[in-house]
């Protein structure tokens, strides 16, 4: 059992110092990052697109006698737009964190401590003159702590990627480049002043598909950089309580640490 031990603490120390475990994490967060931001401005530029046409005089008919401003038509539409942006900022914000995080992981000093914290232990289980069972639960409670302020940013980041890319990623392209075109569509209507009588129905599909889009983008975004970060802080939190209150057999913990061989 000492030697299984030993060798885990081993494996621990050397993947705490294993840089490109790092640097993989930190790009896919600057991969994460760019998609919250792109379609951050892409609900921005869409929004001051509407607010211009709402300004001005593009009217579309119905029927005889009835003309409606399209500002006016698609003011609902821009109440989504700026609801989008603001869930897009709100997500920039919740990964920002997660750079906090990451960067926290990385630092020297935390490699520095994880690796005293693991030496401890490791001596702990060897030597008998300082053979202790509180001393040697409590030190792999603390390595425990700092294997989570280690890893805890690094893991959710590979395992929301892993997420994004199995559930979400055909979404996020086809949703962010139709509300792309749906754009252009409104900049082209905006420059041109077009009457859009013969281009109406049409145009309205566009607007019905266009709504939908947006939706599924808010529920990726709250999903993955909202909901799935609570309840994973949420789970990080309950593993560090469970080990803090986790009671050892003092007695066996001895027999263990003074019993020869594997």
Same mark, same amino acid.
């Given at each position: 059992?000492?030697?299984?031990?030993?060798?885990?603490?081993?494996?621990?120390?050397?993947?705490?110092?294993?840089?490109?475990?790092?640097?993989?994490?930190?790009?896919?967060?600057?991969?994460?990052?760019?998609?919250?931001?792109?379609?951050?401005?892409?609900?921005?530029g869409l929004n001051a697109v509407i607010s211009v046409i709402q300004s001005s005089e593009i009217n579309v008919s119905f029927f005889v006698g009835a003309t409606v401003g399209l500002g006016e038509i698609l003011d609902p539409l821009n109440d989504m737009v700026e609801r989008?942006?603001?869930?897009?900022?709100?997500?920039?914000?919740?990964?920002?964190?997660?750079?906090?995080?990451?960067?926290?992981?990385?630092? #020297?000093?935390?490699?520095?401590? +994880? &690796?005293?914290?693991?030496?401890? =232990? %490791?001596? $702990?289980?060897?030597?008998?003159?300082?053979?202790?069972?509180?001393?040697?639960?409590?030190?792999?409670?603390?390595?425990?702590?700092?294997?989570?302020?280690?890893?805890?940013?690094?893991?959710?980041?590979?395992?929301?990627?892993?997420?994004?890319?199995?559930?979400?990623?055909?979404?996020?392209?086809?949703?962010?480049?139709?509300?792309?075109?749906?754009?252009?569509?409104?900049?082209?209507?905006?420059?041109?002043?077009?009457?859009?009588?013969?281009?109406?129905?049409?145009?309205?599909?566009?607007?019905?598909?266009?709504?939908?889009?947006?939706?599924?983008?808010?529920?990726?975004?709250?999903?993955?950089?909202?909901?799935?970060? #609570?309840?994973?802080?949420?789970? +990080? &939190?309950?593993?560090?309580?469970? =080990? %803090?209150? $986790?009671?050892?057999?003092?007695?066996?913990?001895?027999?263990?640490?003074?019993?020869?061989?594997?």
């Amino acid at each position: 059992m000492k030697i299984f031990l030993s060798i885990v603490l081993v494996l621990i120390a050397l993947f705490a110092l294993f840089f490109e475990v790092d640097k993989s994490a930190m790009e896919l967060y600057y991969q994460s990052f760019d998609r919250a931001v792109y379609s951050f401005a892409l609900a921005k530029g869409l929004n001051a697109v509407i607010s211009v046409i709402q300004s001005s005089e593009i009217n579309v008919s119905f029927f005889v006698g009835a003309t409606v401003g399209l500002g006016e038509i698609l003011d609902p539409l821009n109440d989504m737009v700026e609801r989008f942006s603001w869930i897009m900022l709100a997500s920039s914000v919740s990964i920002g964190i997660q750079h906090l995080l990451l960067l926290l992981g990385k630092t #020297l000093f935390l490699k520095t401590v +994880l &690796i005293i914290g693991l030496v401890i =232990t %490791f001596l $702990l289980i060897w030597v008998k003159k300082i053979h202790n069972s509180f001393a040697f639960i409590l030190s792999l409670k603390i390595v425990v702590l700092l294997l989570v302020l280690r890893f805890g940013a690094v893991t959710f980041v590979y395992v929301n990627e892993a997420f994004y890319n199995n559930l979400y990623a055909e979404n996020y392209a086809n949703s962010t480049k139709f509300i792309s075109s749906y754009k252009n569509d409104l900049e082209e209507i905006q420059k041109d002043k077009e009457e859009l009588n013969g281009y109406w129905e049409k145009f309205e599909r566009k607007m019905e598909v266009f709504s939908k889009k947006v939706i599924k983008l808010i529920t990726m975004f709250v999903v993955t950089t909202i909901i799935f970060p #609570l309840v994973y802080l949420w789970f +990080l &939190i309950l593993l560090v309580r469970w =080990t %803090f209150n $986790l009671k050892f057999d003092s007695d066996k913990i001895m027999i263990m640490l003074n019993k020869k061989g594997f």
